[in-house]
């Protein structure tokens, strides 16, 4: 499940000698409901506005690797099992 997010650290803007960034991010599940959980076709797929400069933005999906995706899997059953 997709929750907007509106963060004070956003948007991050980088300057001209900048090449990375970086902003925290918590992960909580939206829903602890089995049936919405069971029915999640992409669950660690987090879209990612980026924009250069004028341009329009573009969506990019945030990297999550499959540690990444594992513990994102452990918190679900963990912060889900009493719910």
């Known amino acids: 499940m997709l929750v907007d997010v509106a963060v004070e650290e956003l948007p991050v803007r980088l300057g001209p000698d900048t090449d990375r960034g970086a902003v925290p991010i918590t992960f909580r599940p939206a829903t602890c409901d089995p049936h ?14 980026v924009a250069l400069g004028k341009d329009a933005p573009v969506v990019v999906d945030l990297p999550v690797d499959d540690d990444l995706r594992g513990a994102l899997g452990d918190l679900v059953r963990r912060v889900c099992a009493g719910g």
């Open 36 to 49: 919405v959980l069971a029915e999640t076709k992409q669950p660690y797929v987090f879209p990612l506005d």
